[in-house]
């Protein structure tokens, strides 16, 4: 069964700090990953994505991703965080298998940036 | 191209009343999701459509919550009566599964308050 693990349940940095948030997976086959966020008020969006190939993945905002696969890992990270990114982070799962197309969520962080 | 449309965007509603929401996926796109997703967690997944077939809706307590989507197209979650238990944030998400590295694009949600 699919399943994600989102360990920072709340994260509080200072504007310019460093930002990276865990995700880890449980998945049987090949997966498509996911980091969508949902800032105050307004509806869940992609910030980026996985489906093969670099495992380093550029998305949108300056924010990246790295799929390790060894280590079942898709961490977001930000080299210097904004006041404009305070939201809600959600990393997510697709399998490729069986139940293909099913999108399961991880329990999200929240980011609070500090002016 | 207009986005995942949902309406309502509020209800409010007594317990043990009937409720409906309604959602318009992007066009094209024959993959549907319904989510529910509780005040601090991530989207949990109820039903899972692909044109009009529910393929998953292993997470829908089917003795209070329906859905449809008649012709493929826009869908309806019903829940009948509703507890209080249900107050949360219904989300409605397409994909074009078309094709397997698509992301799933939401729509603003529904906000279910039962009082």
């Known amino acids: 069964a699919q399943s994600v693990s989102q360990h920072n349940h709340h994260v509080i940095l200072s504007e310019a700090a460093s930002l990276e948030l865990g995700c880890n997976y449980s998945y049987g086959g090949t997966v498509n990953l996911f980091w969508y966020v949902q800032y105050p008020g307004q509806h869940l969006q992609l910030l980026l994505k996985y489906f093969s190939g670099d495992p380093l993945v550029k998305g949108i905002k300056g924010f990246e991703a790295e799929f390790i696969k060894s280590k079942f890992s898709f961490n977001l990270r930000k080299p210097s965080v904004q006041w404009s990114d305070t939201a809600e982070y959600f990393c997510a799962v697709m399998g490729s298998l069986g139940s293909a197309s099913k999108i399961i969520f991880g329990s999200g962080t929240r980011l609070s940036i500090r002016p | 191209e207009a986005g995942v449309v949902q309406s309502p965007r509020y209800k409010i509603i007594e317990k043990k009343q009937p409720v409906a929401f309604w959602c318009n996926p992007i066009?094209?796109?024959?993959?549907l999701y319904w989510y529910r997703q509780n005040l601090g967690q991530g989207p949990e997944l109820l039903i899972r459509y692909e044109n009009e077939e529910a393929v998953d809706d292993s997470q829908l307590p089917k003795d209070r919550f329906s859905a449809e989507r008649l012709k493929g197209v826009d869908s309806t979650l019903k829940i009948q009566p509703a507890e209080l238990g249900d107050s949360a944030v219904y989300l409605c998400?397409?994909?074009?599964?078309?094709?397997?590295?698509?992301?799933?694009?939401f729509g603003q949600g529904t906000r279910l308050t039962v009082v």
């Open positions: 066009s094209g796109h024959n993959t």
């Open positions: 998400a397409s994909r074009s599964g078309q094709y397997m590295n698509t992301e799933a694009f």
